[in-house]
Every structure is written in C-alpha cells, then in structure tokens.
C-alpha cells in the first residue's frame, strides 16, 4: 500500500529519479572514468567545454576533467552523508528515546547537552570538531554526525514523550516487559516515520556541511575530488572559466533538491494528517 503511495507521489518520484541518477553515476564511475580525476595535464589548461577534446565539462586550472572530477566527487560526498547522517542518527535517537522514557534527570541533563549543542550553527560545531580533531575525512564524517545529534534526539524524544503513556505502554509493563523490551519492541516502530523523513531531509544538509568544509580547507584535501574543494579551487578563475564552478556548484544543488523532494514526499506519504492535503 504505502509503495503504491510512493509511485503516485510525484514529489518523491522526482527525487527518487534525481538520487538514482547520481546512484548511477557513482556505479558507473567505480569502473570507468573519461580521465584519471587527479592527473594534471598541462596541454588542457582551463579548456572549455567541448566535444571534440573529450572533455565534455572542460578543464580546471591544472588541466584535470571536470567532470571525471565530479563523478569521483559524487561518491565521495554521498559516502560521508551517509555515514555522517547514520551517525548522528544512531547516538541522537539512542539519546533521546532513553532521555523520554526515563524521564526525570536523565531527559533533563541529556536535553540540557542537546541545548548546548543547539546554540552553535551547524556549520560552526562542525569547524569546531574538525579545529579539535584535525583535517581528515573520516573526522568530517564525525563533524556532521554531532552536528546532527541533538536534532534526532529531539525528534526521537517528542515522539517517545507522545505515545509512552499510551494503553499499549501500560499493557506491556502490567505484563513485566523490561524497559529495553518496550523500546525494542513497541517504542522505536512508532516514532519511524519522523525518523524516517527527518534522515532524508538530513542527508541533504549533510551534503551541504560536507561541501561548505570542503571548501573551507576543513574537509576532503587535494587532490582527491570533492565538490567543495572544486569551488574552492574555481575561485581563482571562474571570471576566466567560469565552468570550473558551474558544474561542481549543479551537482550539489541537483543532489540537495533530491533529498529534499525525497523527504517532502514522504512525509506527504507517511504522516496521515497529510496524506489528503494536496
């Protein structure tokens, strides 16, 4: 029922299509590229777009292929996503169902640290874990998943607080299921569908922190390809060329519509108070 949902939505089609596009594309580039993404040839500086040299997004200032660049890029900044917003997801929604269960001090201090975490912009906490732990990738992985704790703890919390006094609940306990059991069991099922919309929506600001660090220095070094270190670089000569940001700056932006199409329609599919809206 809710697959059939899904293909009606022409909303979450669309990003769905968007995403297994670049799907695609990471797939395809695992096996083959146009050219080598990090070898500089100095014979194609800063060459236009065209079909005759091959290079069909042009060259950078180091004469590499643009767009062999951005499909290495492509799986790179989908991988730290994901993993990132796995991350985030996994310790944040841990804290938060524990924090509305147990309530009491636990839900106070677990929520006071989440409120600390609040007060820092997103992209500011992540510099600051990345000021602490250093420029590597696996550490820009780490950034982005604290920077989303405190957002899935929230959600996982106001969802728990929602239905832990339901008759269900009451029922389970009467019958001397653990407290581990009712979050296993009959908890963590129900608070899915925000979970669920909230990991979409994330994903696509994750690839965002990744790209705004990447630019900054602070994420994937050179010369492996990253759509953040591309326009880091396009800024020196994208007056003389501007291609070298046109295409990195399309592919996050196609990439973050997708996510974000994707969680739009499924929170039309998902949540029934908005399943006759539109």
Same mark, same amino acid.
């Given at each position: 029922?809710? /697959?059939?949902?899904?293909?009606?939505?022409?909303?979450?089609?669309?990003?769905?299509?968007?995403?297994?596009?670049?799907?695609?594309?990471i797939?395809? /580039?695992?096996?083959?590229?146009?050219?080598? *993404?990090?070898?500089?040839? =100095?014979?194609?500086? $800063?060459?236009?777009?065209?079909?005759?040299?091959g290079?069909?997004? !042009?060259?950078?200032?180091?004469?590499?292929?643009?767009?062999?660049? =951005?499909?290495?890029?492509?799986?790179?900044?989908?991988?730290?996503?994901?993993?990132?917003?796995?991350?985030?997801?996994?310790?944040?929604?841990?804290?938060?169902?524990?924090?509305?269960?147990? !309530?009491?001090r636990?839900?106070?201090?677990l929520?006071?640290?989440?409120?600390?975490m609040?007060?820092?912009?997103?992209?500011?906490?992540?510099?600051?874990?990345?000021?602490?732990?250093?420029?590597?990738?696996?550490?820009?992985?780490?950034?982005?998943?604290?920077?989303? =704790? *405190?957002?899935?703890?929230?959600?996982?919390?106001?969802?728990?607080?929602?239905?832990?006094?339901?008759?269900?609940?009451?029922?389970?306990r009467?019958? !001397?299921?653990?407290?581990?059991?009712?979050?296993?069991?009959?908890?963590?099922?129900?608070?899915?569908?925000?979970?669920?919309?909230?990991?979409?929506?994330?994903?696509?600001?994750?690839?965002?922190?990744?790209? /705004?660090?990447?630019?900054? !220095?602070?994420?994937?070094?050179?010369?492996? *390809?990253?759509?953040?270190?591309? $326009?880091?670089?396009?800024?020196?000569?994208?007056?003389?060329?501007?291609?070298?940001?046109?295409?990195?700056?399309?592919?996050?932006?196609?990439?973050? $519509?997708?996510?974000?199409?994707?969680?739009?329609? $499924?929170?039309?599919?998902?949540d029934?108070?908005?399943?006759?809206?539109?």
């Amino acid at each position: 029922m809710k /697959s059939n949902r899904l293909t009606r939505n022409p909303i979450a089609m669309t990003g769905l299509a968007i995403i297994g596009l670049y799907l695609l594309v990471i797939l395809v /580039s695992t096996f083959w590229l146009p050219f080598d *993404p990090v070898e500089m040839d =100095i014979d194609h500086l $800063l060459e236009g777009p065209s079909l005759a040299t091959g290079h069909l997004f !042009g060259t950078d200032e180091f004469g590499r292929d643009i767009l062999s660049r =951005i499909m290495k890029g492509t799986s790179i900044s989908l991988i730290i996503s994901i993993a990132a917003t796995a991350l985030g997801a996994v310790i944040g929604t841990t804290m938060g169902t524990w924090a509305g269960y147990l !309530g009491g001090r636990w839900d106070h201090w677990l929520m006071r640290v989440a409120d600390v975490m609040f007060s820092f912009p997103s992209l500011l906490l992540a510099i600051f874990v990345m000021a602490i732990l250093g420029e590597k990738t696996y550490n820009v992985i780490i950034a982005i998943g604290i920077v989303y =704790i *405190p957002q899935f703890a929230r959600i996982s919390r106001g969802a728990i607080l929602t239905i832990k006094s339901s008759e269900f609940i009451k029922a389970a306990r009467s019958n !001397g299921a653990s407290s581990t059991f009712i979050l296993r069991k009959h908890l963590l099922p129900n608070i899915l569908v925000p979970l669920i919309v909230q990991v979409s929506l994330s994903l696509s600001v994750a690839i965002l922190l990744e790209s /705004s660090l990447s630019f900054l !220095g602070l994420g994937v070094q050179p010369p492996a *390809p990253s759509w953040g270190n591309m $326009l880091s670089s396009a800024r020196k000569v994208m007056v003389l060329a501007p291609w070298t940001a046109i295409y990195p700056g399309l592919a996050i932006v196609f990439l973050v $519509l997708g996510f974000n199409l994707l969680g739009d329609g $499924l929170r039309d599919i998902l949540d029934p108070r908005l399943r006759n809206v539109r």
